[in-house]
């Protein structure tokens, strides 16, 4: 199932409301048992090969982590090598079948065309929220213990296997995430959770309005815009050059606007079952440079990198170089860059290893360096005294908003030579091309997207007096303040989103998947 499925909206999500707010007051183990059950329903239209993949993964991870936890006495040594192995399952099975490594090895040994299962929907999701929970296992991190409980008999084990089973396939964020830590998850299934809270309903069916507009209204009208321009790069078909930016202008707002209005449907649907989930997008488009930029796009997935990978990465590189008492450059260069350099090429082959995302990858972890140097340069901070902040606000967001849409070109060119092709076609195409879609009525498309995303409040600043989401990073606000209007759970505003549902049925016979279902 996927979130804009009619069936979904008015079939699932109001049994799995009512199923959860009747057993709820059962005590907490009852409401996440319900969570569990209707997420297995929830994913069982992927298959059921990738459904046992998930719960196989849950099992292990669930093994491993109260193994640390209950055995208080396992040596130092054996705690290393329990965590190794939860960690070494978790990475091995992501590597074999999101990179096809598995369809390799099916289709060698049997001699047979590659599954349709090779890539089980949102593993990359459920395997990072469970690297991050196998780790806060080992360090006995509070949440962790007191979230699991006490495990000493038969029944206890099984109440904690499902209240753990439940974090991890709570059906909003199972497939696209956001990557939730437990810590952020346990506090919120205490006393209470279960029962029916009136603004958790209204700020909940807010967010969900918001993001089926978002994804239906926005982000699948400005794809008919961008695919006929990227598919014609791709068979390398003459393009009018306004065509051509037309189509890596809406590009780079659709995959904005997907992403975002998962992101807020997830929120929403968590919060109708009482669970506030980080936020994974405030007004990136909006940011000032790539630093900014990755504090506010898909957030959840940049601290988890960051914390397993940069991290790591830059205290070993740092204590090797001082060790050796490097120059200052070397030193950086170990410590601060060659992380940089890789944290982004993770990042770009997280969503696939092609050589789109590798060189995409590297473009933006250069572009980080770049950045970071400069902001700690002395010609920089003596600047930043002598100029107001607005300014060099516009200065940043005019270089970012210059550079960043062909960067997002590429990661949707099906080659480097389908980008490369775009670029010639940008610069010097075929004037006498003739015009892949109506112009005008494409131009006003993106205008309106531009307005939405650069004069309105985003939907966790709408929410914000109601807490929508946990703030995974603290961002200020870019938006014109005249504008930063709040939402109220009354009337008015209940009609308007009624208004933005009623919008989105009329383009509900389109069911285009969300494009991160394909990272």
């Known amino acids: 199932m996927i979130f804009t499925d009619p069936f979904f909206l008015f079939v699932f999500l109001p049994a799995a409301c009512v199923a959860f707010h009747i057993l709820g007051r059962y005590g907490p183990t009852a409401g996440l048992g319900v969570i569990l059950a209707t997420s297995i329903l929830f994913y069982l239209p992927w298959g059921w090969t990738t459904t046992f993949l998930l719960l196989a993964s849950i099992a292990v991870n669930f093994f491993v982590g109260s193994a640390l936890l209950r055995v208080a006495t396992l040596a130092r040594r054996t705690r290393i090598a329990a965590l ?12 074999l079948f999101k990179y096809h490594l598995f369809a390799g090895l099916w289709m060698v040994s049997s001699q047979a065309v590659a599954p349709d299962w090779i890539i089980p929907a949102g593993i990359s999701f459920y395997t990072f929220h469970q690297a991050a929970f196998l780790a806060d296992a080992y360090a ?88 006929p321009v990227f598919a014609g790069a791709a068979l390398q078909k003459s393009i009018h050059p306004l065509i051509a930016w037309m189509g890596v202008a809406a590009y780079y707002m659709q995959l904005y606007f997907d992403f975002s209005g998962y992101s807020d449907i ?11 989930y980080p936020v994974n997008f405030f007004s990136p488009l909006k940011a000032v440079g790539i630093i900014d930029y990755y504090r506010r796009w898909h957030m959840t997935l940049t601290r988890v990198i960051s914390r397993f990978l940069f991290t790591p990465l830059s205290l070993i590189g740092t204590r090797f170089a001082m060790r050796r008492r490097w120059a200052v450059v070397p030193t950086k260069i170990l410590g ?42 002395k010609r920089w901070k003596a ?15 005019v270089i970012f908003i210059a550079l960043m849409p062909l960067t997002f070109a ?15 076609q940008l610069l010097a195409g075929d004037w006498a091309t003739d015009f892949a879609f109506e112009p005008l009525r494409a131009a006003g498309e993106i205008a309106a997207a531009f307005a939405v995303i650069y004069l ?33 759970p009354n009337w008015p505003w209940m009609l308007f989103y009624g208004f933005l549902i009623t919008i989105c049925i009329y383009y509900m016979y389109r069911q285009p998947p969300f494009l991160y279902q394909g990272f």
């Open 266 to 276: 997830a929120l929403g649907l968590a919060r109708i079952f009482g669970i506030r």
């Open 336 to 377: 601060l860059w060659l992380p940089l350099i890789i944290n982004f090429e993770v990042i770009g082959l997280w969503h696939g290893a092609i050589t789109t995302f590798i060189v995409f990858g590297l473009i933006h972890g250069t572009w980080y360096v770049i950045e970071t140097e400069t902001r700690a340069s």
């Open 140 to 227: 006995r991190e509070e949440s962790v213990v007191a979230y699991l409980g006490d495990m000493g008999t038969t029944a206890k084990l099984g109440g904690s296997f499902v209240r753990y089973a439940a974090f991890v396939a709570f059906f909003p964020q199972l497939v696209i995430g956001p990557i939730t830590y437990l810590k952020e998850f346990q506090p919120q299934t205490g006393s209470g959770f279960g029962r029916i809270r009136y603004v958790n309903l209204s700020v909940g069916f807010a967010l969900i309005a918001i993001g089926i507009f978002k994804k239906i209204v926005i982000a699948d009208n400005l794809a008919l815009i961008a695919d």
């Open 383 to 397: 600047w930043k005294k002598r100029t107001p902040d607005a300014r060099r606000a516009l200065y940043g967001r």
């Open 410 to 424: 590429l990661f949707r060119s099906q080659s480097l030579g389908a980008a490369g092709f775009l670029g010639t």
């Open 456 to 488: 309105l409040p985003n939907s966790i600043e709408l929410l914000w007096n109601y807490r929508p989401g946990l703030m995974t990073y603290p961002n200020p606000s870019y938006g014109p303040k005249l504008l930063q209007f709040r939402w109220r």
């Open 84 to 95: 190794t192995f939860g960690q070494l399952y978790n990475f091995t099975t992501l590597v």
